[in-house]
């Protein structure tokens, strides 16, 4: 069974630098929503990509955007090169890692106002309610609707 | 009544307020575990789902 809280614990392990954000940041905050994938922000140069292909690679993460074609992390992108985001399906469970929060800007400036939360034994970054309500603001779906109502709640304790 | 008039007071649209206050009162980690069993509620019952549309296909 996939465990994304796995996921995570590796990320916390391996002190990659990276703000969680998104539904499970959400469930962070004391949202109901289940979610189906981890998301993070991470400035990704080509040391950071390298240590991420080093420490995920337990978890055989593999590109799912094209359902045809769906290269390793090792092999995409290729030695030197970078790309902006990544959608990746690994043993664990979704993670999809992307260098800038719709809304709210880039990693430097999610990470600035993200809040530090202890997390299995390791400090990890959250994107502050504040930006978790923006981006959920921003995306306009059915289901972001939900975590937002739930968030302003939260965030104004109408509970 | 007054459970009534309180549970209604604490509603607001779609959203489960009491799970909301249940959800506050446990730690992250708590939530986090919280959150996999349902995730995992969730495979499950999307691979019954297919299992069944493979069936009537």
Redesign the interface.
Known sequence: ?????NI?KILLENRIDFVLIGG?AA??Y???Q???DIDICASLNLNDLEKLRNVLRQLHPIHRINPNVQPSLDDYPKKGDLIKNYYLKTDQ?VLDIIDEVISVGSYERVRAAATT????GYECKVISIEDLISSKKSMNRDKDL?VL??LL??RDK?? | MKVAQTKEQ?K??????S???Y??TLT??Q???N??R???L??ELIKARDLLNAKFK
Do not use: P, W
């Open positions: 069974m996939q465990n994304l809280n995570l499970y469930v962070l004391g949202a109901s289940v979610t189906q469970g939360i202890k997390l299995f939900i109502k739930e709640s939260i109408k509970i | 604490k607001t649209d779609e959203i489960d307020c799970l909301l206050e959800n506050l992250h980690e939530r986090l575990e959150h996999q349902a995730f995992e969730v495979q």
